[in-house]
């Protein structure tokens, strides 16, 4: 187990760092950032003395050396439009990505797991079919076009939800928040949902394969044969059987949600990690790009550490293959 | 080879195939779609982009609006006084050919890519297959999002980007099955042959692993249409010159707080049908040709 954990790590570490070097090399062949930073009829002293203030006469590796060694001591250099550091600026947009990401796999949860175990109890039902068809068009219809037109219902026909912002946020734990109070969750309603759906077929799904697999094993018979009520048999024997599986998805996913909460924060306008990131693209804010890249591949590097973790202590049979290999 | 003997599987497959009627109607759908899209300028009332043709006075007219000179824009026009239904025309035929460019590309790399690391392993297979494993644990917009960052904006930008987020998918899927397949009779007769390594992979192997994958990559074509449209959405993706559906979506949500629907919804219903009438097909392609599922 310690060698997997170990073995494990190091290669996470070399993913981080193979992944460092593409992302500057990447964002280093963007064109010259001073073009658009400075006042067009800057002269050229003013435009060496930028340069060189902000180190973009040095060679490639040199760049590429000070950035490693100012991002190992948590810099990943100074926004070129705010000047603020740039970890700073990602840091402060990340509370509302995550709540953001967290509501919506929560929906997806909520929603997905008992209509699953439905699907998969009566496949044949006319209900069972309808929930399939519904996943299919979840899976189909591209995350962007969606919220686009949950929008055009809600805000622009029905007028119900705002389509724009957070709204009001309160403070937890010095963390500013929406679902606290009802501006804020008016507010969090679209995105949240629109960024659930896809997510929400997958757990259809999964649930319902597993579900249909369950309800042919013995223990179920025999707790059929025990009189217990189907309730009881699916919301306990079976979900507690299927289980493994669906929490391994779900916290593969959740790295998934932030990276797909580019597309849902700019069309909802909602200021997360994600818009700062379409926005800073746009500028060419390479030193927001470069954190933001290099803060999420952490992020994922973390979440698929834990989830093989977790996996080998769900599921003795995974650490069997590990100590054999 | 009797004409007989290479009809047989292919009328079992297409009778097996017909057998689901949602499949079939998704076929039909697809072929239509096909239809419009290649003959887009015989079919569309109108050039969408020929300035000469457009008149600013038609602009933002809704579904069934007459233009000054007489004709009606069935699904409206949009800020340049354009017809909606010849742009989703014109439109269909970039994504269309930008998906099936990317994923043809990606496919033919995957291929070669997964051949070589079941052929000849060892480390050449390390090395490709930990690169695959890095690859397809992030999410394929994040990786064409960083690529478009750095790369900027353009066609072939994209298609690098869709075959970039494509290859691993197939590497994998290949290296799989031909693994599976070089342990057969057939490789160790050609080996015995003292045939060429190149012939042994391309002409023996390659026609035993592909079919499964020419099903994937059916489904995939939706992927990377979906993947496409997103990132033109968000202003990373086809450049204004060669507006596909995902940038005509996009140049409706401007309007789209002032009730000019048309503009976004009709573009979106068009990547809605060709996505469902895609996976409709691939996934029914996958029943029937999935020997386990085989009766």
Same mark, same amino acid.
């Given at each position: 187990?310690l060698?997997?954990?170990?073995?494990?790590?190091?290669?996470?570490?070399? @993913?981080?760092?193979?992944?460092?070097v593409?992302?500057?090399?990447?964002?280093?062949?963007?064109?010259?950032?001073?073009?658009?930073?400075?006042?067009?009829?800057?002269?050229?002293?003013? &435009?060496?003395?930028?340069t060189?203030? /902000?180190?973009l006469?040095?060679?490639?590796w040199?760049?590429?050396?000070?950035f490693l060694?100012?991002?190992l001591?948590?810099?990943?250099?100074?926004?070129?439009?705010?000047?603020?550091?740039?970890?700073e600026?990602i840091?402060?947009?990340?509370? %509302?990505?995550v709540?953001l990401?967290?509501? %919506?796999m929560?929906?997806?949860?909520?929603?997905?797991?008992?209509?699953?175990?439905?699907?998969?109890?009566?496949p044949?039902? *006319?209900?069972?079919?309808?929930?399939?068809a519904?996943?299919?068009?979840g899976?189909?219809?591209p995350?962007?076009?969606?919220g686009?037109?949950?929008?055009?219902?809600?805000s622009?026909?029905?007028?119900w939800?705002?389509?724009?912002?957070?709204?009001?946020?309160?403070?937890l734990?010095?963390?500013?928040?929406?679902?606290?109070?009802?501006?804020?969750?008016?507010?969090?309603?679209?995105?949240?949902?629109?960024?659930a759906?896809?997510?929400?077929?997958l757990?259809i799904?999964?649930?319902?394969?597993?579900t249909?697999? @369950?309800?042919?094993?013995?223990?179920?018979?025999?707790?059929?044969?025990?009189?217990?009520?189907?309730?009881?048999?699916?919301?306990?024997?079976?979900l507690k059987?299927?289980?493994?599986?669906?929490?391994t998805?779900?916290?593969?996913?959740?790295?998934?949600?932030?990276?797909?909460? &580019?597309?849902?924060?700019t069309?909802f %306008? *909602?200021?997360?990690?994600?818009?700062l990131?379409?926005?800073?693209?746009?500028?060419?804010?390479?030193?927001?790009?470069?954190?933001y890249?290099?803060?999420?591949v952490? /992020?994922?590097?973390?979440?698929?550490?834990?989830?093989?973790?977790?996996?080998?202590?769900l599921?003795?049979?995974?650490?069997?293959?590990?100590?054999? %290999? | 080879?009797?004409?007989?003997a290479?009809?047989?599987?292919?009328?079992?497959? #297409?009778?097996?195939?017909?057998?689901?009627?949602?499949?079939l109607?998704?076929? #039909?759908t697809?072929?239509?779609?096909l239809i419009?899209?290649?003959?887009?300028?015989?079919?569309?009332?109108?050039?969408p982009?020929?300035?000469?043709?457009?008149?600013?006075?038609?602009s933002?007219?809704?579904?069934?609006?007459?233009s000054?000179?007489g004709m009606?824009?069935?699904?409206?026009?949009d800020?340049q006084g354009?017809?909606?239904?010849?742009?989703?025309?014109?439109?269909l035929r970039?994504?269309?050919g930008?998906?099936?460019?990317a994923?043809?590309?990606?496919?033919?790399?995957?291929l070669a890519?997964?051949?070589?690391?079941?052929?000849?392993?060892?480390?050449?297979?390390?090395?490709?297959?930990?690169?695959?494993?890095?690859? +397809?644990?992030?999410?394929?917009?994040?990786?064409?999002?960083?690529l +478009?960052a750095?790369?900027?904006?353009?066609?072939?930008?994209?298609?690098?980007?869709?075959?970039?987020?494509?290859?691993?998918?197939?590497?994998?899927t290949?290296?799989?099955?031909?693994?599976?397949?070089?342990?057969?009779?057939?490789?160790?007769?050609?080996?015995?042959l #003292?045939l060429?390594?190149?012939?042994?992979?391309?002409?023996?192997?390659?026609?035993n692993?592909?079919?499964?994958?020419?099903?994937?990559?059916?489904?995939?074509? #939706?992927?990377?249409?979906?993947l496409?449209?997103?990132?033109?959405?968000?202003g990373?993706?086809m450049?204004i010159?060669s507006?596909? +559906?995902?940038?005509?979506?996009?140049n409706?949500?401007?309007?789209?707080?002032?009730?000019?629907?048309?503009?976004?919804?009709?573009?979106?219903?068009?990547?809605?049908?060709?996505?469902?009438s895609?996976?409709?097909?691939?996934?029914?392609?996958?029943?029937?040709?999935?020997?386990?599922?085989?009766?």
């Amino acid at each position: 187990m310690l060698v997997f954990i170990i073995r494990r790590m190091l290669q996470s570490v070399l @993913a981080l760092l193979v992944m460092s070097v593409l992302i500057f090399v990447g964002v280093f062949a963007i064109g010259n950032p001073i073009d658009i930073l400075i006042n067009p009829q800057a002269d050229q002293a003013e &435009i060496a003395r930028a340069t060189a203030a /902000l180190g973009l006469d040095q060679p490639m590796w040199v760049q590429y050396w000070e950035f490693l060694r100012h991002a190992l001591a948590g810099d990943l250099g100074r926004s070129f439009s705010q000047n603020v550091p740039a970890v700073e600026l990602i840091f402060e947009r990340m509370p %509302a990505t995550v709540e953001l990401a967290l509501c %919506a796999m929560l929906m997806a949860i909520v929603l997905g797991i008992p209509l699953g175990l439905v699907a998969g109890m009566k496949p044949n039902a *006319w209900y069972s079919k309808t929930i399939m068809a519904g996943s299919i068009f979840g899976f189909s219809l591209p995350t962007f076009w969606v919220g686009l037109m949950m929008i055009m219902v809600f805000s622009v026909f029905l007028g119900w939800l705002p389509s724009t912002g957070r709204g009001h946020t309160t403070l937890l734990l010095g963390i500013p928040v929406s679902f606290l109070n009802w501006d804020g969750i008016t507010h969090l309603m679209m995105p949240a949902l629109n960024l659930a759906l896809f997510k929400l077929s997958l757990l259809i799904r999964l649930t319902r394969a597993g579900t249909r697999e @369950a309800m042919l094993q013995d223990y179920v018979k025999f707790a059929r044969a025990k009189g217990l009520p189907m309730r009881r048999i699916v919301g306990v024997h079976v979900l507690k059987n299927i289980l493994i599986p669906i929490v391994t998805v779900i916290g593969l996913e959740f790295g998934s949600l932030i990276a797909f909460a &580019i597309v849902t924060e700019t069309i909802f %306008a *909602w200021p997360g990690m994600g818009k700062l990131l379409i926005d800073s693209i746009n500028v060419l804010d390479r030193p927001v790009i470069v954190a933001y890249v290099l803060i999420i591949v952490c /992020l994922f590097v973390v979440i698929n550490l834990a989830v093989d973790l977790l996996y080998s202590l769900l599921d003795p049979r995974v650490r069997l293959a590990e100590a054999r %290999a | 080879m009797s004409s007989v003997a290479v009809e047989t599987p292919f009328r079992r497959v #297409a009778a097996d195939f017909a057998e689901s009627r949602l499949a079939l109607v998704g076929l #039909a759908t697809l072929i239509l779609i096909l239809i419009v899209a290649i003959g887009a300028p015989l079919v569309s009332p109108q050039n969408p982009y020929n300035l000469a043709t457009l008149d600013i006075m038609d602009s933002k007219l809704p579904p069934g609006g007459q233009s000054l000179d007489g004709m009606t824009f069935w699904l409206g026009s949009d800020d340049q006084g354009r017809d909606m239904l010849s742009a989703i025309f014109y439109g269909l035929r970039i994504s269309l050919g930008v998906g099936t460019l990317a994923t043809v590309c990606a496919l033919a790399i995957g291929l070669a890519v997964g051949l070589i690391a079941a052929w000849f392993g060892g480390w050449v297979e390390a090395v490709i297959m930990r690169l695959v494993d890095l690859q +397809l644990s992030f999410p394929s917009i994040l990786i064409a999002l960083v690529l +478009l960052a750095s790369l900027g904006q353009g066609v072939d930008k994209i298609v690098i980007a869709l075959i970039t987020v494509q290859w691993a998918y197939y590497a994998r899927t290949v290296r799989g099955a031909a693994l599976v397949e070089r342990n057969k009779e057939y490789i160790e007769a050609a080996t015995c042959l #003292a045939l060429p390594t190149s012939r042994i992979l391309f002409k023996h192997l390659l026609p035993n692993v592909l079919p499964p994958l020419i099903v994937i990559a059916t489904v995939q074509v #939706a992927h990377a249409i979906a993947l496409e449209a997103t990132l033109s959405f968000l202003g990373l993706g086809m450049p204004i010159t060669s507006p596909s +559906l995902g940038l005509l979506i996009a140049n409706g949500f401007t309007h789209l707080m002032s009730g000019k629907y048309w503009i976004s919804l009709y573009p979106g219903i068009a990547l809605l049908i060709t996505i469902v009438s895609i996976n409709l097909v691939g996934d029914q392609l996958r029943d029937v040709l999935n020997p386990r599922l085989q009766k």
